[in-house]
């Protein structure tokens, strides 16, 4: 049987897993030894091939489980995580707490890189702050893990070629030594070099840098994502961020791929999912997938949502 008093991370995962909620204490415990791991690495994360790189979850538990028995997890396989654990979905609290699990146990085979949603602002709003609130009756969890949120890296690049991050580019940025120098460890600031990595898209039309419609980050064209390339010698760029139907698109001569890993978003969407495979010669394997049939019944409003946040 499981202790509910027990301080063991891989008893925090077979609980996770149950479906139980870790004590105030256990997160308490599992934040503070994930923040002194997080503390040590640089903002631009190496990481060696061959990865797995995960897109959105957004809080879609029995999906997250899905992905894992299609991906295989660590330690068999090395996971590079873009972001947006939370909101939306019913079990954000959860989705999180079982990447930190595997943060923890396997640091070196699992790199977790901070979204648009890991920033208080607008995870306030769109479902974490309330499902802390409910299932703990307390703030201090939401606060907890909001100080977590500002220790993740922003972007991490696979054998110095494949360039990874949640959102996009930033007319601020030139360069990957740039980006290595940013103060990540604030809450994401309304613009900036910081709040355009997690909140710009590829433009699949225009050329340079145009206003997002997000009202936050950037719309960058071709032109943008190919001198960004040539300056800092890399083949691709891997992110996040948009809902895509197929659960990957391709854009810019195929020089800027986005994935998408919460099957059927928001309960309602009817999108696949995908994972995305980095093999040791750096070509890449999508493999798609749909909303498990253990997925939760929708608890949160049949609106349609804005998906772009």
Known sequence: MTDQGSKDPQEYRSMLRQKKLLSVEQLQHLISLVGEVLSRESTLVKVRAPVTVV????????????????????????????????????????????????????????????????????????GFYDECKRKYATEEVWVMFTELFTLLPLAAIVEDSVFCLHGGLSPDLKSLDELANLDRKVDVPHSGPMCDLLWSDPNEKGQGFKPSPRSAGFLFGADITKQFLHTNNLSLIARAHQLVMRGFQKLHDEKVVTIFSAPNYCYRCTNLASIMEVEDDLSLTHTQFHQTSESDEPKISTRCPQYFL
Not at 98 to 104: E, N, T
Not at 107 to 126: D, F, K
């Open 55 to 126: 897109g959105d979850i957004h809080g879609q538990f029995p999906d997250l489980m899905e992905l894992f028995k299609i991906a295989g997890e660590p330690p068999q396989t090395n996971m590079l995580f873009l972001g947006d654990y939370i909101d939306r979905g019913n079990d954000s609290v959860e989705c999180f707490c079982y990447v930190l699990c595997l943060k923890l146990l396997y640091p070196q085979r699992v790199t977790i890189l901070r979204g648009n949603h890991e920033s208080c602002q607008i995870n306030r709003i769109y």
